[in-house]
């Protein structure tokens, strides 16, 4: 059964004049999902993000949202996207509904709306301050709930942690997945947050100079690359050459540890023989997953070698 | 509701608590009670030399207004407007809602003629309380009538005639993030229109930084007011066609 994707494009590139910023982009997202789009500064997110709410049209190259052709020339189909672009865009003369208010006038929605999503982003108290009082996290949270008016069944947000405190990170965390798990929602965050692109996306993809180096679940990501065996051996000295003699390759680490790369648990078992048989005593032995940033510089810096 | 109508709704509430606002109100009042001050300072000289005083303020008031100040206060206004969304980047949200581009800048046009509008009915109301004031000093002054005919008819036709200039200032204004640009240009504008003041009428009826003062003339002031609001509507719409179609990075 084929999945539903709500975000497609198809060979889409964009050109600022001689400099092409985003070459051939095949971008699928899955309805329901929780993508995490990450790249290097530069690498040309915010131009595919500007790409898919209409703020520039593409030089070739179609887009889809929910399966739809959509254009500058159909705005329409923007209903369905609700965003939050860099920083939040608020009006600091005006309090925290006023602001909410200029949007809900614009899409002509229900005035119950702005007070749903107040209560949504935790915002209800503090309504009625002007925004110019509000602290970052709290003008992050407005601007959340700016996205959210709508009730848009496909969020795309850039950066949305920025700002935010640990215990509001962790409540942006719980309000996507619930936002994703009840209302059905799709979202697509740009962010340089790698720790937390892993704690909360399930899919991935990585953008480099405008090409796309990977997209698909966490996993698939991942599983692109072995893990690491991390050891502490009681002679570090004399097992680095022993290793090295039989083809693993090994690197020292600045606490004494030993780190290799691994593909299954029966290679973690051949290295603790080999040590053994050797006369090195292994204290610690733990096999790590490689982590989303791992994977993330790995993949930029494949594109840098091969350029 | 029209996608117009949402943006003239969503764009008056954004003018709530802002320096533009204020200034509409505050520039009227501050042609008035400069000409008060003068006239209070020196209103014996005044009133040797009119036969109706009244009249002579009148005039006055509408000369700094026509002249100098409204083509200044809509220079502001414009540039002030657009700053609302200039600052903090808020056209990439607006233009991520569902809602074609033109109606977001034609509402901030009507805004910025809105305060225009404003300040104008503003102006002859406290033209009144300072004729007032000044009927209470001068003795002079209590059986002088107000020339209502030529304040109103002044200040409304000056008013619709700077629409070239609104155009031309809100065009500016969206069109360049920074203030330098459009307040330059205007001013620039008005400066060259006090320095040409004696040059030929049609010139000054064409010139969009004169073309109110020319408008608020009892001689000839239907090439001005004609050129002003035909002028300026076609310069609105090219502006918000314009600046629709314009990618934004």
């Given at each position: 059964m084929p999945v539903s994707l709500a975000i497609e494009t198809r060979d889409v590139t964009y050109r600022f004049g001689s400099l092409t910023a985003i070459e051939a982009l095949n971008l699928q997202v899955p309805t329901g999902s929780i993508c995490g789009f990450l790249g290097p500064n530069g690498a040309g997110k915010t131009t595919t993000i500007r790409l898919l709410l209409g703020l520039l049209n593409p030089s070739s190259g179609t887009i889809l949202i929910d399966g739809q052709l959509t254009s500058r020339a159909r705005p329409e189909l923007r209903s369905r996207i609700g965003a939050l672009i860099e920083s939040p865009s608020l009006y600091p003369n005006l309090t925290g509904r006023e602001n909410l208010e200029v949007i809900r006038r614009l899409l002509d929605i229900a005035p119950a709306n702005v007070s749903e999503v107040l209560q949504l982003v935790q915002l209800t108290e503090d309504s009625d301050r002007l925004v110019r009082t509000y602290s970052l996290g709290m003008r992050q949270r407005l601007g959340l709930a700016v996205a959210l008016l709508g009730n848009p069944k496909l969020l795309v947000l850039d950066e949305p942690a920025n700002g935010l405190d640990p215990a509001g990170v962790h409540d942006l965390r719980d309000l996507l997945r619930t936002l994703v798990r009840e209302c059905g929602a799709t979202v697509f965050l740009s962010s340089h947050l790698l720790a937390e692109v892993e704690q909360i996306a399930d899919h991935v993809a990585i953008l480099d100079r405008g090409h796309l180096l990977f997209q698909g679940t966490l996993d698939e990501c991942q599983a692109q690359r072995s893990g690491f065996l991390i050891l502490r051996v009681d002679r570090p000295e004399k097992a680095v050459p022993v290793l090295r003699q039989h083809g693993w390759g090994v690197d020292e680490r600045p606490d004494g540890a030993l780190s290799m790369p691994v593909a299954t648990v029966s290679d973690a078992a051949a290295v603790n023989a080999l040590l053994g048989q050797n006369g090195i005593a292994v204290h610690h032995l733990a096999q790590e997953r490689a982590s989303l940033e791992a994977l993330f510089l790995n993949a930029t810096r494949r594109l840098e070698q091969d350029d | 509701m029209t996608e117009l109508t949402r943006a003239i709704s969503a764009e008056s509430l954004k003018l709530k608590r802002t320096l533009a606002l204020r200034l509409a109100v505050i520039a009227p009042l501050f042609i008035v009670l400069l000409q008060l001050g003068v006239y209070l300072a020196r209103g014996e000289d005044v009133e040797r030399a009119a036969t109706n005083p009244v009249a002579g303020f009148a005039r006055g008031i509408v000369t700094l207004w026509t002249l100098v100040f409204l083509p200044f206060w809509a220079t502001l206004a414009a540039s002030l407007c657009a700053s609302l969304d200039h600052d903090g980047n808020h056209w990439d949200q607006l233009f991520a809602l569902p809602m074609r581009r033109w109606p977001v800048y034609a509402a901030k046009w009507i805004i910025v003629f809105g305060l225009v509008v404003l300040s104008s009915i503003c102006l002859p109301l406290f033209a009144v309380a300072a004729v007032e004031i000044l009927k209470q000093v001068r003795v002079g002054w209590r059986?002088?009538?107000?020339?209502?005919?030529?304040?109103?008819?002044?200040?409304?036709?000056?008013?619709?005639?700077?629409?070239?200039?609104?155009?031309?200032?809100?065009?500016?204004?969206?069109?360049?993030?920074?203030?330098?640009?459009?307040?330059?240009?205007?001013?620039?504008?008005?400066?060259?229109?006090?320095?040409?003041?004696?040059?030929?009428?049609?010139?000054?009826?064409?010139?969009?930084?004169?073309?109110?003062?020319?408008a608020a003339s009892p001689h000839e002031p239907l090439l001005p007011l004609l050129w002003g609001m035909c002028g300026g509507l076609a310069i609105a719409v090219i502006a918000c066609w314009r600046l629709a179609i314009r990618d934004r990075f």
């Open positions: - | 059986g002088a009538a107000l020339p209502w005919r030529l304040l109103l008819s002044g200040v409304s036709r000056s008013c619709c005639a700077c629409l070239l200039l609104i155009s031309l200032q809100c065009w500016l204004s969206l069109r360049w993030r920074s203030f330098l640009v459009a307040l330059g240009v205007g001013i620039a504008g008005i400066m060259s229109g006090i320095i040409l003041i004696s040059a030929p009428m049609r010139f000054l009826s064409l010139y969009p930084w004169t073309a109110s003062a020319a």
